[in-house]
C-alpha cells in the first residue's frame, strides 16, 4: 500500500479527475426534480444569484476539497495503476455512500474515503506507527490496528488447511474453528455488513512477511456471511503466488468478474439468504 514517490504526473491528473467526477455526482444525485405534466424535470442546485461570502450552501466538502489539494500537490501516488484503480472506482459510482472496508492504510487512502463520500470507509492496518503518521497528515480517515499471526512461508501449509470442514463451513470469522479466520479485529468490523472489501495488505512480498492469506480467505467469509445481497472483494498485487492462489480458491473462480493488471475484482452472494450454495461454484476459464 505504500508505493515509492514516483513523478507520475498522468495519474495525478486523473485521480484528481476521479474525485472531480464523483463530487458532480454527488451534486446531481441531490438535484431537485419537478415535473411539468408530461415528464419530470431537474433543477440544478447550484444558483446563478449573487452569494455572501462564507455561505455554505453549495461549498465543496471538506474531504473533497482537501483530497483535491493533495493529489494536485504530492509527487506520491498510489500503487495501483489507473486502469486498476477505475475497476474500484466504476463500482463505487454505483454503489456509494456505502460501507467499504480495505486492508491497508496508504497514500491511496484518502482517495478511497473520498470517492465513497458520505459513506464510511475503514482501513486495517499491521503497522501502528504508520497509522500514527497518516492520522497526522489526515485525521479524519478511520483506521485501526490489527495483528497478523502468519508468514508468507506457511502459505502452503495453510492452503492444506483451507480445505477443511472447519473452514468451507460458513460463519462469522471470530467464531470460527477455522486457522484462517481473523479473530482480533475490532468488533464493530465483524458487526458492520460491507458492501466493498479491497484486501491490498498486509505485507507480502518476502517469506517472514504476514502475507494476505488470512486477510483474503477472511474478507471472502465477511461477504458469505451477510444476511442477503452480494459483496465486492477486490485482491491486488494477485501477480504474487500468494494472492493468485488464495483469491482463486477462497473469493472462487465462478465469483470473479474482472482482472485488471493486478487487480482482481470478485463479486460473492450471500451464502445466508437461503439459498443452498456450495461454498465455491463449479470452476470456469475465462473472464473478461
Known amino acids: 500500500m505504500r508505493p515509492k514517490t514516483q513523478q507520475t504526473f498522468n495519474l495525478k491528473v486523473i485521480l484528481v479527475c476521479l474525485l472531480v467526477t464523483f463530487f458532480l455526482i454527488f451534486i446531481l444525485r441531490s438535484s431537485l426534480t419537478y415535473s411539468d405534466g408530461n415528464q419530470t424535470r431537474i433543477l440544478p442546485t447550484f444558483s446563478t444569484k449573487p452569494v455572501e461570502c462564507g455561505d455554505a450552501t453549495n461549498k465543496i466538502p471538506r474531504s473533497i476539497a482537501q483530497a483535491l489539494i493533495h493529489y494536485s500537490t504530492t509527487t506520491i501516488t498510489p500503487q495501483q495503476t489507473l486502469k486498476e484503480i477505475s475497476v474500484t472506482a466504476k463500482v463505487l459510482e454505483k454503489k456509494s455512500p456505502c460501507n467499504f472496508l480495505v486492508f491497508g492504510l496508504g497514500h491511496d487512502s484518502l482517495m478511497w474515503s473520498s470517492l465513497n463520500y458520505g459513506g464510511r470507509t475503514v482501513f486495517l492496518e499491521e503497522d501502528e506507527a504508520w497509522i500514527g503518521q497518516i492520522k497526522k497528515r489526515f485525521p479524519m480517515l478511520e483506521s485501526y490496528h490489527v495483528t497478523y499471526d502468519s508468514k508468507v512461508n506457511q502459505a502452503d501449509n495453510l492452503m492444506e488447511v483451507g480445505k477443511g470442514t472447519e473452514c468451507t463451513a460458513v460463519d462469522d470469522p471470530r467464531y470460527s474453528m477455522c486457522q484462517l479466520a481473523l479473530k482480533g479485529l475490532p ?75 493486478r487487480l482482481r475484482h470478485f463479486t460473492i452472494p450471500s451464502h445466508k439468504d437461503g439459498s443452498d450454495r456450495p461454498f465455491c461454484p463449479d470452476s470456469q476459464v475465462n473472464h473478461a
Open 187 to 261: 468488533k464493530e468490523i465483524y458487526e458492520t455488513k460491507w458492501d466493498l472489501i479491497m484486501v491490498d495488505a498486509p505485507t507480502g512480498y518476502y517469506d517472514e512477511a504476514p502475507g494476505r492469506m488470512t486477510a483474503i480467505y477472511t474478507a471472502g467469509m465477511m461477504a458469505r456471511n451477510k444476511d442477503e445481497g452480494e459483496t465486492d472483494v477486490f485482491v491486488h498485487d494477485v501477480n504474487r503466488e500468494v494472492e493468485d492462489k488464495f483469491s482463486m480458491a477462497f473469493l472462487c473462480d465462478r465469483y470473479m468478474k474482472k482482472q485488471e493488471g
